[in-house]
């Protein structure tokens, strides 16, 4: 990239503008929603990951949050991004049964 802009006679600076930290996700895993997610999933206790989503900044707000989704974080924000339909349908089958099981 460097090389390329050098070639146009441009310049360019890289830098960090998120302007939030990115704090870990700590959820209570005892909370009742949370404890009814993780039966609905067949999880006992929480997993840790390594990388960033806004669960975290909703987890320091004062929400609650889990994180769950379809697909695989390897693929996720790539040129190649893709979800198998059968993931979206099983996490929407999920979903739901854990939905339909609030009082």
């Known amino acids: 990239m460097r090389a390329l802009l050098r070639l146009q006679g441009l310049r360019a600076t890289v830098a960090d503008h998120k ?13 009742p929603f949370v404890r009814r997610f993780m039966d609905g999933v067949g999880q006992r206790r929480p997993r840790g990951v390594q990388f960033f989503c ?8 004062g929400i609650p949050s889990v994180v769950f989704g379809p697909g695989d974080i ?30």
């Open 19 to 31: 302007g939030a930290p990115c704090w870990p996700l700590e959820t209570d895993p005892d909370l």
């Open 54 to 61: 806004d669960a975290s900044v909703l987890g320091h707000g």
């Open 74 to 103: 390897a693929q996720a924000h790539t040129a190649d991004e893709w979800v198998a339909l059968r993931e979206v349908e099983q996490a929407t089958e999920v979903l739901t049964g854990f939905l339909r099981s609030l009082p």
